[in-house]
């Protein structure tokens, strides 16, 4: 897309936007992968307010553009930007709040807000809420909302479940019919749009401004865990009967978390390492007492368990909640933040993949890792790669307990039967190995195809972890969504009709975007009998009054309007709006779908269809206050002052 800066002259005051000649734009598109740093979009909107992103997409339909959404850019396979197109970033939308009332406690953040947000805050009314926990991310500088909309795994999903569990309401802006159109969707208000947005991953149906979660109670109650971080090094051989004793016992208490990071080398010819980290929802007593209980004595683990029993709880200490998430966690992942945030002069690919530790149809969690042998021979024989120090890691991040939950019924994710989310990740620094695409031939030729078979179905893949070449299954859909692709298309045409957030990636094979596709058309109705008593009333709930570009009026009148001062008026064709034009941005219409109203208290003013005279609903609710129950909320008009942006062209 070509998109010339003149013809943007004098049509922006509202918007804060970026064009590539700018230092901030650069910054705003820098990645610390060095395979996307080619990728760039046309121009960069920066929003901090939802009205912002309203604006950036009626915007972006006028120049018939894209739409990429960009938080943090904390995507393994670089999806928080394009080589095309629009990029909206909305990280100054970052806020957080927590909101206690009648003894439930909200935590209400911003969609550009991150996890080390919301664990500040926590931190901040320690006394207050010691024995609380948000249900966030590891990395404290993961965004919010990516984290939970493609499902969420926190360090207490075990005890508590899932992230998306925990998701009360979503503030949505959508693009259909070239508005941007605000929703607010949660379980019990257009619910089929928030299933969707669990599980169904970030930008494929709009853009979140705002989302409000529930923040539980420990398990113990008394405000502390456990946690502790620690790498190990030996044979192949050590590792994989460490490995063996700790993960094919029976981990099923739910309290605890091991974490496993495999580590190898490229020059290392004989060492391998694995970093464990472990989290225990309760105390170090308890803690202890559950370990001891299934690892100690036990005949058929190396020195009855002993050993390892005692190794865990030399490596783990005792600290309150809102220690861990806002100290520790900073800590313990700070290597993975900085493959985002931080300038490296490294190449990085990503594959994911989900495990169960054992059962009918799955192969042992031990059969899964006994093939690190195999994976780290063919990692050393890649041309060009032995002693080049490239570093490979598979990360095996602990799911399963209450992340295995019943789903809300018609939810995206579709795996949550996985025990162990897996995401590999090949780093390295030699252009030719990136250039001859030797590393993505390394993971689409030798270890997808040992690791993939094994994947829960032999194709999943999780949206979170999702990487740049063939998943799990080779099908993306049926790999990041299962049997809920086809549900998530009409989603999609519901909210993204044009598929304004749904550009493939310049660099990537796959995108996870959801192609629109309209439910088919409901059976006609049955024919009403001419003798009938009385003919069922027509409902008029759907599409909006009026649309962006509003379409003419009858007696020459074109865009009615409402001043700030709430006095109604016109733009009459080829005319200019007046100096305080505004339209407010909550529109309602009756359930007679006659009149298009104005939720502004007193002054809410209307235009009946025929586009002559104006008036005042009589009944008009307090100015912040819900509308009467028979009235259909609308958010889908235009923003006040947005207009100003575009004006020249009536």
Same mark, same amino acid.
């Given at each position: 897309?070509?998109?010339?800066?003149?013809?943007?002259?004098?049509?922006?005051?509202?918007?804060?936007?970026?064009?590539?000649?700018?230092?901030?734009?650069?910054?705003?598109?820098?990645?610390?992968?060095?395979?996307?740093?080619?990728?760039?979009?046309?121009?960069?909107?920066?929003?901090?307010?939802?009205?912002?992103? &309203?604006?950036?997409?009626?915007?972006?339909?006028?120049?018939?553009?894209?739409?990429?959404?960009?938080?943090?850019?904390?995507?393994?396979?670089?999806?928080?930007?394009?080589?095309?197109?629009?990029?909206?970033?909305?990280?100054?939308?970052?806020?957080?709040?927590?909101?206690?009332?009648?003894?439930?406690?909200? /935590?209400?953040?911003?969609?550009?807000?991150?996890?080390?947000?919301?664990?500040?805050?926590?931190?901040?009314?320690?006394?207050?809420?010691?024995?609380?926990?948000?249900?966030?991310?590891?990395?404290?500088?993961?965004?919010?909302?990516?984290?939970?909309?493609?499902?969420?795994?926190?360090?207490?999903?075990?005890?508590?479940?899932?992230?998306?569990?925990?998701?009360?309401?979503?503030?949505?802006?959508?693009?259909?019919?070239?508005?941007?159109?605000?929703?607010?969707?949660?379980?019990?208000?257009?619910?089929?749009?928030?299933?969707?947005?669990?599980?169904?991953?970030?930008?494929?149906?709009?853009?979140?401004?705002?989302?409000?979660?529930?923040?539980?109670?420990?398990?113990?109650?008394?405000?502390?865990?456990?946690?502790?971080?620690?790498?190990?090094?030996?044979?192949?051989?050590?590792?994989?009967?460490?490995?063996?004793?700790?993960?094919?016992?029976?981990?099923?208490?739910?309290?605890?978390?091991?974490?496993?990071?495999?580590?190898?080398?490229?020059? &290392?010819?004989?060492?391998?390492?694995?970093?464990?980290?472990?989290?225990?929802?309760?105390?170090?007593?308890?803690?202890?007492?559950?370990?001891?209980?299934?690892?100690?004595?036990?005949?058929?683990?190396?020195?009855?368990?002993?050993? /390892?029993?005692?190794?865990?709880?030399?490596?783990?200490?005792?600290?309150?909640?809102?220690?861990?998430?806002?100290?520790?966690?900073? &800590?313990?992942?700070?290597?993975?933040?900085?493959?985002?945030?931080?300038?490296?002069?490294?190449?990085?690919?990503?594959?994911?993949?989900?495990?169960?530790?054992?059962?009918?149809?799955?192969?042992?969690?031990?059969?899964?890792?006994?093939?690190?042998?195999?994976?780290?021979?063919?990692?050393?024989?890649?041309?060009?790669?032995?002693?080049?120090?490239?570093?490979?890691?598979?990360?095996?991040?602990?799911?399963?307990?209450?992340?295995?939950?019943?789903?809300?019924?018609?939810?995206?994710?579709?795996?949550?039967?996985?025990?162990?989310?897996?995401?590999?990740?090949?780093?390295?620094?030699?252009?030719?190995?990136?250039?001859?695409?030797?590393?993505?031939?390394?993971?689409?030729?030798?270890?997808?195809?040992?690791?993939?078979?094994?994947?829960?179905?032999?194709?999943?893949?999780?949206?979170?972890?999702?990487?740049?070449?063939?998943?799990?299954?080779?099908?993306?859909?049926?790999? *990041?969504?299962?049997?809920?692709?086809?549900?998530?298309?009409?989603?999609?045409?519901?909210?993204?009709?044009?598929?304004?957030?749904?550009?493939?990636?310049?660099?990537?094979?796959?995108?996870?975007?959801?192609?629109?596709?309209?439910?088919?058309?409901?059976?006609?109705?049955?024919?009403?009998? &001419?003798?009938?008593?009385?003919?069922?009333?027509?409902?008029?709930?759907?599409?909006?009054?009026?649309? *962006?570009?509003?379409?003419?009026?009858?007696?020459?009148?074109?865009?009615?309007?409402?001043?700030?001062?709430?006095?109604?008026? *016109?733009?009459?064709?080829?005319?200019?709006?007046?100096?305080?034009?505004?339209?407010?941005?909550?529109?309602?219409?009756?359930?007679?779908?006659?009149?298009?109203?104005?939720?502004?208290?007193?002054?809410?003013?209307?235009?009946?269809?025929?586009?002559?005279?104006?008036?005042?609903?009589?009944?008009?609710?307090?100015?912040?206050?819900?509308?009467?129950?028979?009235?259909?909320?609308?958010?889908? *008009?235009?923003?006040?002052?947005?207009?100003?942006?575009?004006?020249?062209?009536?």
């Amino acid at each position: 897309m070509s998109i010339s800066i003149n013809s943007l002259r004098g049509r922006t005051n509202e918007l804060d936007i970026l064009t590539p000649a700018t230092k901030a734009f650069r910054k705003s598109v820098w990645t610390g992968n060095r395979l996307h740093w080619k990728e760039k979009p046309s121009l960069v909107i920066r929003a901090t307010t939802r009205q912002h992103v &309203e604006a950036a997409i009626i915007f972006a339909r006028l120049l018939d553009a894209s739409i990429t959404v960009k938080n943090t850019g904390h995507s393994y396979a670089g999806w928080g930007n394009n080589d095309d197109g629009i990029l909206l970033d909305v990280s100054g939308i970052r806020s957080a709040e927590l909101v206690e009332q009648g003894g439930v406690t909200t /935590l209400i953040v911003g969609g550009g807000a991150v996890w080390g947000d919301a664990y500040k805050l926590l931190a901040d009314f320690d006394a207050e809420m010691h024995s609380h926990i948000i249900v966030g991310g590891r990395c404290p500088g993961v965004g919010i909302a990516g984290f939970t909309l493609g499902g969420g795994l926190s360090p207490f999903t075990r005890s508590q479940g899932l992230g998306m569990d925990h998701l009360l309401e979503v503030t949505l802006v959508t693009a259909k019919d070239g508005l941007a159109q605000t929703r607010v969707v949660s379980p019990t208000r257009e619910p089929e749009i928030f299933k969707a947005l669990c599980g169904g991953g970030g930008g494929n149906f709009g853009v979140v401004t705002e989302m409000k979660f529930s923040v539980p109670e420990l398990t113990g109650m008394a405000g502390m865990v456990v946690t502790g971080r620690f790498t190990r090094w030996g044979t192949l051989a050590q590792q994989l009967a460490f490995v063996k004793a700790l993960y094919d016992t029976p981990l099923t208490n739910l309290k605890l978390t091991v974490d496993a990071s495999w580590l190898f080398d490229a020059h &290392e010819a004989d060492r391998v390492g694995i970093r464990f980290t472990v989290y225990y929802d309760g105390r170090m007593t308890d803690f202890v007492t559950d370990t001891d209980a299934f690892l100690r004595n036990r005949a058929e683990l190396p020195e009855n368990g002993n050993a /390892l029993a005692q190794y865990l709880q030399d490596n783990v200490h005792e600290e309150s909640c809102t220690s861990l998430l806002e100290e520790s966690l900073e &800590e313990q992942w700070s290597d993975e933040q900085k493959k985002f945030v931080t300038a490296t002069n490294s190449f990085s690919l990503f594959q994911s993949y989900i495990f169960k530790h054992a059962g009918p149809g799955h192969a042992s969690f031990y059969e899964v890792v006994a093939l690190m042998g195999e994976l780290r021979t063919a990692f050393r024989a890649i041309p060009g790669n032995a002693g080049s120090g490239a570093s490979f890691t598979l990360s095996l991040i602990h799911g399963g307990g209450k992340g295995h939950t019943a789903p809300r019924a018609g939810e995206a994710f579709p795996w949550r039967e996985g025990e162990f989310f897996a995401y590999l990740n090949l780093v390295w620094t030699e252009k030719h190995l990136a250039y001859r695409n030797r590393m993505q031939t390394y993971i689409d030729a030798e270890v997808t195809p040992r690791l993939g078979p094994h994947s829960l179905g032999g194709k999943a893949s999780f949206i979170n972890f999702g990487g740049s070449g063939r998943t799990a299954g080779g099908d993306w859909k049926a790999s *990041y969504y299962g049997d809920n692709y086809a549900e998530l298309q009409h989603v999609k045409h519901e909210c993204d009709p044009d598929n304004v957030f749904g550009r493939k990636q310049a660099r990537h094979e796959f995108r996870p975007m959801v192609t629109p596709v309209a439910r088919p058309p409901p059976p006609p109705p049955a024919e009403v009998p &001419e003798d009938a008593a009385e003919e069922a009333p027509v409902r008029h709930t759907g599409e909006p009054v009026f649309k *962006y570009p509003m379409p003419p009026m009858s007696g020459g009148y074109q865009n009615p309007y409402i001043s700030t001062g709430g006095t109604p008026g *016109y733009v009459y064709s080829g005319g200019t709006a007046n100096s305080s034009f505004e339209i407010r941005s909550d529109m309602y219409v009756p359930d007679t779908g006659r009149l298009p109203g104005l939720k502004y208290g007193r002054t809410d003013m209307y235009v009946p269809d025929t586009g002559s005279g104006t008036g005042t609903v009589s009944n008009a609710p307090a100015r912040g206050s819900a509308p009467p129950e028979s009235w259909n909320v609308r958010r889908s *008009y235009k923003l006040g002052r947005f207009y100003q942006i575009n004006k020249d062209t009536y």
